[in-house]
Each structure stands twice: as C-alpha cells, then as structure tokens.
C-alpha cells in the first residue's frame, strides 16, 4: 500500500492564483479531511469527508472547496490564493469515524507559499 | 467546543531520562484522545489514543499515556527517552462519535546525548 499520497510537495503561487492540492489513499478508508499547519497552531481542520459524495466544513473552510467523487481521492481546491494561505497542508484518512478505528493516517505535506 | 492544551512549547530531556509531555483537553461528552508524533518534513504519525477501559494506554514505540478524568489530563511518557524520540509530539481530541478532530498546538521534545 502507498497509504496517504499528496502532490505536489511544494508549490509557489502568485496571489489571486488558483490550484488544486491532490490526495489519494489506498487503503479503502471512509473518513478523509484536510489540515493546514502553521507554527505554533497545531493543526487546523479545514474540510473533512465520511464517504463519497460527502464532504463537510472544519474549523478554517474559508477560501478552500473540496470534493470527493471516489473513495480514494480528495482534493483541495484553492480558489482565488491569498498570503495568508502560506502554510503546510495535510490529508489523512481513517478507516472510519468510528472511534474504534479512527486513528487517522497522515500523507506527507504539501508545503504551499503564495506571494 | 472541544479544545486541546499543550502547555509547554518545548520539553528538553536527557537520554535514559524519564519523560512527560502534558496534554489537558476540554471536550463535552466522552474524550477520545490521541497522540501523534511528527518527525521533520513529514506527516503526523498515530502514537497511541484512549477510547474507553484501562486509563493507562501503551502505544508505539515504548511510549504510553495516562487518561485522567477528574484533571482533564493525558499525559504522554516514556520510561527511558532515546534521541531517536526528538520530534514534535501532538495531542488531539474527538468529541463522541464526532468527526472533527482538533489538535494542541504541539509540543517540540529534544532528547539530549
């Protein structure tokens, strides 16, 4: 298994610019979110998913849309990127949201800076 | 809402030495706790969490947390620490049944030769 993949692993934007951050996972997990990392923040939830067709707002969606047509894919749309967007971002997935076994499973960062 | 503190930025330690890195949550409901630990320019990596049961819970890598309800705490420790264990240590909490996790701000641990 790959586990949790993420392209690209660094991206240089203009402000007003826009991409998309890509995750996949191929362990067949239900629940996958998208987390920024910024120093002394810890991790902050911007959008989640508990199955295909199904996503949901975190704590920071301003700015960012998300889909999930397959279970394995989940990307992350940046719409119009600002500075303030600068930051490492995170997928993971669990197998559900299920306490019992969801313990999540990080990729590896895409680290994003937006002049 | 659910939070999650991590009171000390840093923790330094000795090799051999014991160590303790602090967690204090507020959630409404039944706490699931976590721990995940994030090496340089890589992901987050699951440690160990507690759902229910044993209040001690033993996780990878030798370390183990303890829950404690009435302080709101769960600590991570490890009996001996290894400079291999220097990393940034982060814990997290999920409501009952919920989906969104939130996580404390992490705690940078060095162990010293």
């Known amino acids: 298994n790959a586990g949790v993949t993420q392209t690209p692993k660094f991206q240089v934007l203009k402000t007003g610019q826009s991409m998309t951050l890509q995750c996949a996972q191929d362990m067949n997990h239900e629940y996958m979110s998208w987390y920024r990392q910024d120093p002394g923040m810890g991790l902050r939830l911007i959008h989640y998913?508990?199955?295909?067709?199904?996503?949901d707002q975190g704590e920071v969606p301003n700015g960012y849309n998300v889909s999930r047509s397959t279970t394995e894919d989940f990307p992350l749309r940046l719409l119009s990127a600002a500075p303030s967007q600068t930051s490492v971002y995170f997928c993971?997935?669990?197998?559900?949201?299920?306490?019992?076994?969801?313990?999540?499973?990080f990729g590896p960062g895409t680290r994003l800076t937006v002049l | 809402a659910q939070s999650v503190a991590q009171p000390e930025d840093q923790v330094n330690v000795a090799e051999g030495n014991p160590l303790t890195v602090k967690c204090t949550y507020s959630?409404?409901?039944?706490?699931?706790l976590f721990w995940y630990v994030q090496y340089p320019n890589r992901g987050l990596q699951f440690l160990l969490k507690y759902i229910t049961g044993d209040n001690l819970v033993k996780g990878s890598y030798g370390f183990e947390a303890e829950f404690n309800k009435s302080q709101t705490s769960f600590h991570l420790k490890k009996p001996s620490a290894l400079v291999s264990d220097s990393a940034l240590y982060f814990c997290?909490?999920?409501?009952?049944?919920?989906?969104?996790?939130?996580f404390g701000p992490g705690t940078r641990l060095s162990v010293l030769p």
């Open positions: 993971a997935s669990s197998y559900s949201s299920n306490p019992q076994s969801n313990e999540q499973f």
């Open positions: 997290a909490v999920s409501p009952d049944y919920g989906q969104n996790f939130v």
């Open positions: 998913s508990v199955g295909a067709g199904i996503t």
């Open positions: 959630v409404s409901g039944n706490p699931y």
